[in-house]
């Protein structure tokens, strides 16, 4: 019998799955994290933590294994960016995908410079804060002494690759969202605008993310419990890796994964466009996909159940559940962290409209999953707008799990959604892709269709009324809630300002 170990490394936690050769799941682990918010629009984490995360995670799944693991997947968060020295030592706290939006001046001056539509049409998306580029030119122009010594460049399933082999690559998945710094026709890194943004680095080989890295080293090997020249695949990121554990990476299919963020990737029969969305090339060679992702959306839930003094989320559903469709009379904006696609705005801002004193927490919670599903819904007509094709949805995640959200989704939207018999997710994909890289196996035989969330018809009506309402309050609010962004900069860099006043003054003895 075979065995195989899927790590992923995501926003709130890490996730490791022990599966064998016919895909049952032996064994899972997982560890919790938290990633810094230093200041308002800065998300980042200590790549440290994704590597110990990753080795706890191995050893509980080595330990249970009956017999000696033949192959290693990873996936990660992304596009992150992780830049080190010569000797691979990180530089700084990675900084995060989308929902770090920290770089918007150097979006402006990237475009300026390289023309928005070039590289919209070279890079197959537009600058955003999704982009690696503008975060990059970021630390170049914040952090000059961190810039002068950075040489690579590492996401979080290159870094785990690394830190298990010793190879430096990046898949061509994670790398066509380097923007823009990847050709997505050419399928390689664009030289010109590497040697603009950063021109001292060493870009990392690419690969697809059914090669096989490297092999487990021997440090490696000592830290883990793997065995030395245990195959380690290349890995991608998480999203693309979650679709591949639903079999949803066929022209036509629409991954929706319903975690920290929420996220989606359409597969496409050829390249697509949309300044709105972005446009990648696949994890599977020969693949094409159009790709959306909102900036919170279990990060919402999360959110709003510590406010309430974390009560079981089986009773916040409940309580959502008798709520009924339109929270009565309840529409949130899920824009708590800005938001990513369609609009692409860092300073949105979230909003509750229609607030009253007769609202309980279970019509909050209501709305908060309606938002997201709303979010959902603009996403996939933006997908049909742009050109893509979509015949089946498959839902995954921790969300997907449950039936009220999905079922809410589905209901706001109007598609129905394949629910697989696993929806663990990104590190079940990686399991996949690390058997697939020495078995002959099939993701469909693996992880067959357990049900069909299929849409009520009953709630159209309401939803549509909803929707139309989603979609006219976010410009009719757009104007205060950019000026509450700036507000909120402005103190929060005027409160680290007079910490960092109280320390130095501290230590010049001027504070007891």
């Known amino acids: 019998m075979s065995f195989f170990i899927g790590v992923d490394i995501g926003t709130s936690s890490s996730k490791g799955v022990l599966v064998d050769g016919s895909g049952e799941v032996l064994r899972q682990a997982v560890r919790s994290h938290e990633v810094s918010r230093p200041h308002p629009g800065w998300v980042e984490m200590d790549a440290r933590i994704w590597w110990e995360e990753c080795v706890a995670i191995v050893i509980d799944l080595v330990v249970a294994a009956p017999g000696q693991v033949d192959a290693v997947g990873v996936s990660g968060m992304g596009p992150c960016v992780l830049v080190t020295d010569e000797q691979m030592t990180p530089l700084r706290p990675a900084i995060l995908y989308g929902v ?18 070039e590289v919209l049409a070279r890079c197959g998306s537009a600058l955003s804060t999704q982009a690696v580029g503008p975060k990059l030119a970021w630390i170049a122009e914040h952090e000059p002494e961190v810039f002068a010594r950075a040489r690579r460049l590492f996401m979080p399933s290159s870094w785990l690759a690394y830190c298990l082999t010793g190879e430096y690559l990046l898949d061509h998945q994670s790398a066509s969202q380097a923007t823009p710094l990847y050709d997505t026709h050419a399928r390689d890194w664009y030289d010109p605008w590497v040697k603009r943004i950063v021109p001292e680095f060493e870009m990392p080989p690419l690969g697809w993310a059914t090669d096989v890295a490297g092999t487990v080293n021997e440090a490696a090997a000592a830290r883990t419990g793997l065995a030395v020249g245990t195959p380690v695949i290349t890995g991608t990121i998480d999203a693309w890796s979650e679709a591949i554990s639903v079999d949803a990476h066929n022209v036509g299919d629409l991954m929706l994964m319903y975690g920290t963020t929420m996220f989606m990737v359409n597969t496409v029969a050829e390249p697509l466009t949309h300044p709105a969305l972005w446009g990648t090339v696949g994890a599977l060679p020969d693949t094409r996909n159009l790709a959306a992702g909102m900036a919170t959306s279990g990060a919402i839930t999360s959110w709003l159940r510590d406010l309430f003094g974390r009560p079981d989320y089986v009773e916040l559903l409940r309580q959502a559940d008798e709520s009924g469709p339109g929270a009565r009379g309840l529409l949130c904006l899920p824009y708590f962290a800005g938001e990513r696609t369609p609009i692409a705005d860092p300073d949105a801002r979230g909003i509750f409209a229609g607030l009253t004193l007769s609202h309980t927490r279970g ?19 933006t997908f049909r707008a742009a050109g893509g094709q979509i015949d ?10 449950g039936d009220l959200w999905t079922q809410i989704v589905s209901d706001v939207s109007g598609v129905e959604q394949v ?9 079940y994909g990686a399991a996949y892709l690390a058997a697939a890289s020495v078995l002959d196996v099939s993701i469909s035989d693996w992880n067959p269709t357990a049900r069909i969330c299929r849409p009520n018809p009953g709630t159209r009506d309401n939803y549509d009324e909803l929707y139309e309402l989603y979609l006219v309050c976010y410009p009719a609010t757009r104007d205060i809630t950019h000026t509450l962004a700036r507000r909120q900069r402005e103190l929060s860099f005027s409160s680290v300002e007079s910490t960092s006043g109280d320390i130095q003054a501290s230590r010049n003895g001027e504070i007891s």
């Open 363 to 381: 019509d909050l919670y209501r709305a908060v999953l309606e938002s997201t599903a709303l979010g959902v819904r603009h996403n996939i007509e």
């Open 392 to 401: 089946r949805v498959v839902a995954v995640g921790g969300g997907a799990q």
């Open 100 to 117: 770090d939006t920290r770089a918007t001046a150097q979006i402006e001056a990237l475009n300026a410079e390289l023309g928005a539509d």
């Open 419 to 427: 629910i697989p018999t696993q929806t663990i997710g990104a590190s």
